[in-house]
């Protein structure tokens, strides 16, 4: 059975810093693409950040250079640092695993207040 599961949110004052893990077991991460998306309530989910299995990353626009996606093959886990958070960057975070099927962890609530 796979399990993805996100953790490390919480709450950050303006400027603050977090950084979220997205675990894994029954998949070897290395082997997918994995995620980030965020989502606010009524809102669509936003890609926040992909980082491909040869350790490539993409970001959303609104990053601009503040988050940096990362991968540890042997904790089989991927991390999204994020620096310098606004409260606009308050949302629920998620990850997917992405290759032979798409696999999606429950999410972790970030908020950020000013």
């Known amino acids: 059975q796979v399990q993805v599961v996100e953790s490390g949110g919480g709450l950050v004052q303006d400027g603050g810093s977090l950084r979220l893990s997205c675990a894994a077991s029954?998949?070897?991460?290395?082997?997918?693409?994995v995620a980030w998306y965020r989502q606010t309530p009524g809102s669509q989910r936003d890609v926040v950040a992909s980082i491909m299995s040869g350790g490539n990353a993409v970001y959303g626009d609104f990053v601009k250079g503040r988050f940096a996606a990362s991968r540890d093959d042997a904790k089989n886990q991927v991390y999204l640092q994020m620096n310098n958070l606004t409260p606009a960057d308050t949302a629920v975070y998620l990850c997917a695993a992405i290759g032979e099927g798409i696999y999606w962890g429950q999410g972790t609530q970030v908020t950020v207040s000013s």
């Open positions: 029954g998949i070897v991460l290395n082997r997918y693409t």
